[in-house]
């Protein structure tokens, strides 16, 4: 099993989250995360004084895939739609599992992901 920790930029979140749908990759978690990187945030001009703003919002996908064919896939997919060219269009991590355990039924590997054991 393989973890993709996916950081992009918010306006590319929805697009991106269908197009892994389409892809049939349906289990991940989404969470609102703050980041910099080259980009090094921006300066903003409030009531006459500047503002250093060093950390942008981003999104954070966390997705588990079964394979390396599927991890491919997956992150392909997101490069292709999240690119804008631009700084700031975020990271990729690619990790192996070891494991995976349900809470709930204490199973462990690829049942613990998918409902049916069905790998994606």
């Known amino acids: ?27 991940m978690t989404v969470s609102q995360v703050m980041g910099c990187g080259t980009q090094m945030g921006y300066v903003e001009k409030i009531r006459g004084y500047d503002l250093d703003i060093k950390l942008l919002p981003k999104v954070k996908l966390e997705i588990v895939v079964s394979s390396k064919e599927w991890a491919d896939k997956t992150v392909n997919t997101i490069c292709d739609i999240a690119y804008t060219g631009e700084h700031g269009d975020g990271k990729i991590f690619v990790y192996e599992l070891m494991d995976v355990v349900r809470i709930r039924t204490k199973e462990h590997g690829p049942k613990a992901v998918w409902a049916d054991g069905q790998k994606k």
Not at 8 to 18: A, F, G, H, T
Not at 19 to 27: E, M, Y
Request: no cysteine.
């Open 1 to 27: 099993m393989i973890k993709i920790d996916a950081i992009i930029r918010e306006e590319k979140m929805e697009e991106v989250m269908d197009k892994l749908k389409q892809l049939q990759i349906n289990g």
